[in-house]
């Protein structure tokens, strides 16, 4: 079964950085494009960056200039570094992904989610 695990998240003052990272396991054909969203509480989860398997990017305008997308794809792996970090950045952040796997004996294309980690910013 697929599972997408991120790791990285916690505790930094504002101005610091965080990396975070984000690995694809299972029966995995190929991998399209991957991302990075985010959630606070009340509020609806929002893209903050996504990159492509030709390696094209996009970022919500707050993050653009601070935070940078990557991935490996031998890895499987996304990583999102985050840069100047502000408190509004704060939220639990997602790993999304659109992938090919085997699952029930089938191939099938959907997009998985991780289960979240927790960053927050605060002096």
């Known amino acids: 079964q697929v599972q997408l695990v991120e790791s990285g998240g916690g505790l930094v003052q504002p101005g610091g950085s965080l990396r975070l990272s984000c690995a694809a396991s299972g029966s995995i054909f190929s991998i399209n494009a991957m991302g990075w969203y985010r959630q606070t509480p009340g509020k609806q989860r929002e893209l903050v960056a996504t990159?492509?398997?030709?390696?094209?990017?996009n970022y919500a305008d707050s993050v653009k200039g601070r935070f940078t997308i990557s991935r490996d794809n031998a890895k499987n792996t996304v990583y999102l570094q985050m840069n100047s970090l502000k408190p509004e950045d704060t939220a639990i952040y997602y790993c999304?992904?659109?992938?090919?796997?085997?699952?029930?004996?089938?191939?099938?294309?959907?997009?998985?989610w991780g289960q979240g980690t927790q960053v927050t910013v605060s002096s």
């Open positions: 999304n992904s659109d992938l090919r796997a085997r699952e029930y004996g089938i191939s099938i294309r959907k997009t998985y």
């Open positions: 990159i492509t398997s030709a390696g094209s990017t």
